[in-house]
C-alpha cells in the first residue's frame, strides 16, 4: 500500500478532509490536477457552522485575520438580510473570504500536519478490490499506478471517482445560465454594495478588496447560452449595462465565468472503498453562498470515521454513518438552493411573493429558522439508540467554557482540536482513571460549566465526537452513570481490551 488514503481532488474539501485524516495520524496523499490553488474564488462566503467546525482545529482565527466579518446572511436576496447575530454561537457571523485565501490556508494546514500534495497530478481512473483501490495517475513523472486503501472524490462536479464508481448522479440540468464578472467598477464610490431586479433581469453587485467588485448577473437574454462558451468582456458589459443599467466604468476584468442552476446529487456517497465529498456529492445554484460550507462539513464529518476504520478501532456501523448523517443534509441543500433560485425572478406573482417572504422575515423566529437553516446551525444527526435519551443527543456541541480541575478557564472547542473524541465529566468521576487508558482517540476532562449552556445544566458526562458533534449525554438523574459511561464509550470507540493489542497491530502496518 502506498498509502492509507488518496484524495483526488485539492480543492477546499480535499484539503480540509486531508488535514483531518493526517491529524488522526493516517498516511494521506492528494491528487490534485492544477499547479498552485486556484486564484479566482467562486465561493466569498464562510458560515457559522464552518466558522465552528475550523475553530475546534485551530484554523478560524488564521482566517478571521484575512476576512471580513458580515453580521448577516441572506436567502434569494431578499430586502430582508438574515439575522445570524441571534444564533448562539461563538461565531455567530458570517466571514466574507475569497475562497482563494482558504484554500491557502487550508492547503498549509494541511501540509503543516504531514498531508503529500501532489500537484499536476490527474487521476485517471480507480478500479477496487477486496483490500484495496489502485489509481491510475498522470503526473510531471508521466503516467503510473499507486494504491490505497480508501480513496474519496473530492474531484468537483464533474467527478472522475463518482462516475467510476457508478453512483448516480440525480437531479436535472441547469435551465438558466447566470453570469459571474470580478472587475473594477470606477464609476462607483468605493466598497458599494448594489443590487436590481427589474424585467431586465437581476444584478448583484460586492467588493471583494478595494478595487475589485464581484458581479452577478442573472440575464434573461443571455440564459440559454452553453456554460462552455467564454465570455467576452463585451457580453459582460452589455449585460451590466441591460441589468444594472450602466457598466461603471468596467475595467480591469480579472475573471468571467458562467453558472447554472443543475441540481444533482450523488445517490450514495459510499461505494465500498470509495467515497464522495463536496461537489462530487452534490451540485445547485449557488444561492445563500453554502456549497463549500457543506462540503467541509462532511469533511469534517468523513474524516474521523475513516481513520477510525484504518487504524482498526471504528465499529461496523461508524463508516456508513457517514452516508446516513450527510445525505439528508445535502438533500436540504438541494432543497434551499431551489427554492431561492424560484424566487430570483421579477414575474409580479414572484415579486410580490418576495415582499411577503421580506415582511415575514422580520419576525424573529422567521430570521431564527432560516438563520439556522443557511448558516448549517440547524444541523442535527439521529440520536443514538443505545444510549439514554437525552435532548443533546446527535446535537451541535455549541463552544463550552470549562473550567478544568486545575482552575484553568478552557474552551471545549480548543481542546478538540487534538481530533480526538472529548469525554467530558462535569460531575466528579465515577469511572476510574485508568479504565480510559487503551483509548489513544480519546481525551478525558474533567470540569465544570463556567458558563451557562441550554440543556447542559443536568448533564453528568458528554462523550463529543472529534467533528464537535454530541454523541451522547448522561444526565444526573441516570441510576447507573458509570455503566452507562462505559457501554457508550465501547459503542463509540471500541472495546478497550481488543483495542489495547488491536491498534498497536494496526500502528505497526500489520493490519
Ligand atoms: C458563482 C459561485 C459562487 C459560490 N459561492 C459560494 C459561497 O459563497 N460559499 C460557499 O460555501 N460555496 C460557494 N460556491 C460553491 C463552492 O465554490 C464549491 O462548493 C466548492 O468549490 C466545492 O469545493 P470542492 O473541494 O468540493 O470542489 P472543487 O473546488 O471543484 O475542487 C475540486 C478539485 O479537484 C480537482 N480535480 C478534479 N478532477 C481531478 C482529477 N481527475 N485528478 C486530479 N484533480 C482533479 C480540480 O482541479 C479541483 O481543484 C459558489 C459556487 C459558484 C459557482
Known amino acids: 500500500m502506498d498509502y492509507d488514503v488518496i484524495l483526488i481532488g485539492g480543492g477546499p474539501v480535499g484539503m480540509m478532509l486531508a488535514g483531518e485524516l493526517a491529524l488522526a495520524g493516517v498516511k494521506v496523499c492528494i491528487l490534485e490536477r492544477l499547479k498552485n490553488t486556484t486564484p479566482f474564488s467562486r465561493a466569498l462566503t464562510v458560515h457559522p457552522r464552518t466558522l465552528e467546525i475550523l475553530d475546534m482545529r485551530g484554523i478560524k482565527s488564521k482566517l478571521l485575520e484575512q476576512g471580513r466579518r458580515l453580521p448577516a446572511g441572506h436567502f434569494a436576496s431578499l430586502d430582508t438580510p438574515l439575522n445570524f447575530s441571534v444564533l ?6 458570517t466571514l466574507f473570504l475569497p475562497q482563494s485565501e482558504m484554500e491557502k490556508v487550508l492547503e498549509q494546514w494541511a501540509l503543516d500536519l504531514g498531508v503529500e500534495i501532489r500537484r499536476e497530478a490527474e487521476a485517471l481512473s480507480v478500479h477496487q478490490d477486496e483490500e484495496g483501490v489502485d ?6 513523472q508521466g503516467e503510473g499506478t499507486l494504491r490505497s486503501r480508501y480513496v474519496v472524490g473530492t474531484d468537483g462536479a464533474k467527478s472522475l471517482v463518482r462516475k467510476q464508481a457508478d453512483i448516480p448522479f440525480e437531479g436535472h440540468n441547469a435551465t438558466f445560465m447566470a453570469i459571474l464578472g470580478d472587475a473594477s467598477l470606477p464609476g462607483l464610490p468605493p466598497m458599494s454594495v448594489k443590487s436590481r431586479m427589474t424585467e431586465q433581469g437581476i ?66 456517497l459510499r461505494e465500498r472503498r470509495l467515497f464522495l465529498a463536496g461537489d462530487a456529492a452534490h451540485i445547485h445554484f449557488p444561492a445563500g453562498g453554502q456549497g463549500m460550507n457543506v462540503g467541509l462539513q462532511e469533511a ?89 435519551s437525552h435532548i443533546l443527543n446527535g446535537k451541535r ?53 463556567a458558563a451557562k449552556a441550554a440543556n447542559w445544566h443536568d448533564v453528568h458526562t458528554a462523550l463529543i465526537r472529534p467533528d464537535g458533534h454530541i454523541a451522547w449525554a448522561v444526565s444526573v438523574s441516570e441510576s447507573d452513570p458509570a455503566g452507562k459511561i462505559r457501554d457508550g464509550v465501547v459503542r463509540w470507540l471500541g472495546d478497550w481490551r481488543s483495542l489495547k493489542g488491536g491498534l498497536g497491530r494496526a500502528q505497526a502496518g500489520i493490519k
Not at 489509481?135 to 510531471?140: C, E, Q, W
Not at 448583484?204 to 475589485?212: N, Q, V
Not at 461603471?248 to 443543475?262: D, H, I, P, Q
Not at 478557564?409 to 472529548?422: D, I, K, N, V
Open 135 to 140: 489509481v491510475r495517475m498522470s503526473g510531471p
Open 397 to 449: 456541541s455549541p463552544e463550552l467554557m470549562l473550567r478544568l480541575k486545575n482552575g484553568r478557564l478552557a474552551s471545549s472547542y480548543e481542546l478538540l482540536r487534538t481530533g480526538q473524541f472529548l469525554l467530558l465529566q462535569l460531575s466528579s468521576g465515577v469511572n476510574s482513571s485508568d479504565e480510559w487508558d487503551g483509548y489513544e482517540h480519546l481525551q478525558v476532562i474533567e470540569a465544570s460549566l
Open 88 to 93: 448562539d454561537s461563538s461565531s455567530n457571523y
Open 300 to 388: 469534517m464529518n468523513l474524516g474521523w470515521k475513516l481513520a477510525g476504520a484504518i487504524k482498526g478501532w471504528a465499529p461496523e456501523w461508524l463508516l456508513d454513518s457517514y452516508q446516513a448523517e450527510r445525505l439528508p443534509w445535502s438533500t436540504a441543500l438541494l432543497k434551499n438552493t431551489e427554492a431561492q433560485f424560484t424566487l430570483l425572478d421579477t414575474s409580479p406573482g414572484v415579486m410580490e411573493l418576495r415582499a411577503i417572504l421580506s415582511k415575514l422575515l422580520l419576525e424573529p423566529e422567521a430570521n431564527y429558522q432560516m438563520a439556522e437553516q443557511v448558516s448549517a446551525m440547524n444541523v442535527h444527526y439521529a440520536p443514538d439508540d443505545s444510549a439514554p
Open 203 to 268: 444584478v448583484s453587485i460586492l467588493p471583494i478588496d478595494a478595487t475589485t467588485y464581484r458581479i452577478l448577473i442573472l440575464d434573461p437574454e443571455r440564459s440559454a447560452v452553453s456554460k462552455d462558451e467564454p465570455i467576452t468582456i463585451e457580453e459582460l458589459r452589455s449585460s451590466l449595462i441591460r441589468t444594472a443599467g450602466s457598466d461603471f466604468g468596467l475595467t480591469e476584468v480579472k475573471w468571467m465565468s458562467r453558472f447554472g442552476n443543475a441540481t444533482r446529487q450523488a445517490s450514495r
